[in-house]
Every structure is written in C-alpha cells, then in structure tokens.
C-alpha cells in the first residue's frame, strides 16, 4: 500500500527567494571560462544547429525537438528544449517551441483540455498517442515560469498566462474521461500518467522538488501550500526509492518508493532513472532543505559507479548493483548494456553535491569534459536523450542552469 508522507521535515521555503546556482565545478576544475563557454555553444549547437541536430525550425514562427531514434515528437523533447531556451537566453527558440507545441500537442477542448498529447509523428502529422505524460506538463509549466520571469509576458506570448492555463487545467480535472491531475492530490506526489492506473504510480525521475518550489513562488494560484508539500513529499520520496547502498532507483515505483513492474518494463535501474542524481544536485544547489541525506545520497550513488569502472560502469542495473537479467532497449538498436553518455553526464552533476564531501568527486567532472556527442562502437547514437542530459550537465556543472528572477529582467 502507497504511503501518505508527512511534510514536517523540511522548513517551508521563504517568500521571494532570490537564491540561484551560481557555482561552476568546470572553473573549480581549472578549465578557464572561454573554454567552459565554448564548450557549452558547441553542445548547444549540435543539437539545434548542426548536421545532427534534433531540433527542427517549421515555417516562419515554430519548431520542435524530435526523439530520432523513435521517430517521434514528445512533450518530453519539446518541454527539454524549452528549458535549453530559456536558461541560454534563446527566446526565438523557445517562443518556436512553444507555438508548436500549443498548436499540434495540447488539447484544446475535451476532457484533456489544456493537457498535451505525449508522442507525435512528424511525418504523417498526427497524433500518436493522445494521452499525456505528467512530466511534459511539468516541464512545461515550469519553463513557462521562467520565461516569464526573464523576459516578461508584453513580448508575443503571455508565458504566465500559458503556465496559469496548464496549472488551472490540472485542477479542473475531477477523472471525466479517465483524466486526472497530473499530480496525485491524495499522496501528493507526480503520476505516472494524469488517468486510469498510470494515476495511482510514479517514475523517480518526474520527481524534481525545485520545481515546485518554482511553482510556489511565481506561479501564484492560490495553491502554494500544496506546491510546498510536494517538494518536501518528492525529497521523502527519493529517500525510500532510491537503494540505500547503491543509490540506484527503479524507472516506475509506487508512491512507497517500491518498484512497480509494468507489462512492458521489468523493474531496475534504466534510462528514465539516469535523471534522478540530476534533479537531486538541482534541488541540492537551488534550495538545499535536505543537504545531508542529499550528500549521503551522492556519496553512495558516485561510489556505486566508481566500483563499477568510472570508464567502463553499465547503464541499466539491478538496484542492488547486479547486472539485469533482461535490458530494455533503445529504440530500433540491439538491447545491450553500453557506458552510456546520458548516464555519465548525470552522474557527473552529483559531484555539484558530493564535492563538499568527496574532492576525488571532481573525477566525475573532468570525465563530462572529456566526453564528446558521437556515435558509439557499435554504432549506436543517440542525440536526443544523451545529447540533451549532455547538454543540461554542462549547463549545471558551468551554472548556467539557474533560478531566473523576475529581477533579471
């Protein structure tokens, strides 16, 4: 049975906070800031302007982030790219995003009214699968807040206005047509899927608490309470999922942490569990209400791999470290075990919470630097999922993933 967690473990944020990651484990690691920038342009490029881009411009006014591999467009890829946008200052980019998300994935009208479809395909233009995925919604709301904080709401797009209508959305939803909110109310806690029993489960990696408190504070719906509560319920949460040597959590868990098996997916540590150090180090760096199980956490997690072969450690495993009996694929390529580039750069953003503790974490530092975007031995080559988490740990290991205030404007 799915535990209700109480909240009084952490303090409630403070009104108006103006705390933003401001540190550059790259400039610690003594490379010099041109380098830290030309390094982050160039991953910025190859993924929106390149030969091996995944981003793609349409017509004079949109755009959209398109997952290669599995021939698709997904809230996940679009909401990614806008939070790129936004933090590079790239408002082109992300006003393109935006209108083409509005146009082709969110519902207009019928019981998802406001919420988005999750898979699109780009070639025959239509609507893969019309259901949604909670994190899309969550990425989108969040980077909305943001744009609207740095570059107001008079420029083309009233963000908060969009952002209001997603959250305004999600609390309308009472289950007509299978629809829910996308976050559980009773266990406070992110679904799987905003309907049917995807509502009653969780992924890990949607758990990212400095996002509600981005919530709390800038999207003012009367429900910053809530918001609160669930950073603090998601910090509970990461506890009793995450395992308590290796670190390692399972893709779908019931709100209890345990792993939730599905028809399609075994549980273990996969490619949706590659996100979890990473919004744990967002949180660890933005507002830091549980530094000490966050640090214990990094600790635990950036030993496991280093046991592993910081060269050489897999990308799916047992939680207890074990090698999987069955491997999840990656799109239309061979399921097998590869040291994956999404996974190195994740693990590499725990170090902005275990260098506190560990300086030998700085290992995991130099190892991004020294990686590139390209295809594998075996061919494989994956762009989009690895090159986006690529992108988003240069951008937090050079801090340039931040907190934007209104005062920036």
Request: glycine letters at 8%.
């Amino acid at each position: 049975m799915a535990l209700i967690l109480c909240f009084s473990l952490f303090p409630a944020s403070s009104i108006g906070q103006k705390q933003k990651n401001t540190r550059n484990l790259f400039l610690e690691a003594g490379y010099s800031q041109e380098e830290i920038d030309k390094k982050v342009e160039k991953a910025y490029y190859d993924l929106f302007e390149g030969p091996d881009r995944i981003y793609f411009e349409v017509g004079d006014s949109m755009g959209y982030v398109s997952d290669i591999k599995n021939h698709d467009v997904r809230t996940e890829g679009v909401s990614y790219g806008m939070m790129v946008a936004v933090q590079l200052d790239k408002k082109e980019v992300f006003d393109r995003i935006w209108r083409w998300s509005k146009k082709y994935l969110q519902h207009q009208e019928g019981p998802g009214k406001g919420y988005f479809a999750w898979s699109f395909d780009p070639q025959k233009m239509k609507i893969n699968s019309p259901g949604s995925a909670s994190d899309g919604e969550f990425y989108f709301v969040t980077t909305l807040l943001l744009a609207s904080n740095r570059w107001g709401n008079n420029t083309g797009i009233d963000y908060y206005a969009e952002a209001r209508n997603i959250l305004d959305a999600m609390w309308e939803k009472e289950g007509n047509g299978y629809v829910q909110p996308f976050i559980n109310l009773e266990h406070k806690q992110i679904s799987f899927v905003p309907g049917g029993d995807g509502y009653n489960w969780t992924d890990p990696s949607y758990h990212v608490p400095a996002f509600y408190e981005i919530w709390a504070e800038y999207a003012n719906d009367g429900h910053e309470q809530f918001y609160r509560d669930c950073a603090d319920t998601s910090r509970v949460f990461l506890h009793r999922a995450c395992h308590p040597v290796t670190g390692l959590n399972s893709d779908y868990t019931e709100f209890s942490g345990e792993p939730h098996p599905t028809r399609w997916m075994k549980p273990g540590f996969r490619y949706d569990s590659w996100r979890v150090p990473m919004n744990i180090a967002m949180d660890y760096i933005w507002y830091g209400k549980d530094k000490e199980w966050q640090e214990d956490y990094a600790e635990r997690f950036q030993s496991f791999l280093r046991s592993e072969g910081i060269d050489s450690f897999k990308d799916q495993y047992n939680l207890d470290g074990s090698k999987p009996e069955w491997i999840l694929p990656a799109g239309d390529y061979e399921p097998k075990l590869r040291h994956s580039l999404g996974l190195i750069s994740t693990a590499a953003t725990a170090s902005l919470i275990n260098i506190n503790n560990n300086k030998n974490s700085m290992d995991f530092v130099h190892k991004i630097w020294n990686e590139k975007l390209e295809p594998y031995e075996d061919g494989y080559f994956d762009p989009y999922y690895d090159g986006l988490l690529y992108l988003f740990s240069l951008m937090h290991l050079s801090g340039k993933y931040q907190i934007i205030t209104p005062t920036q404007n």
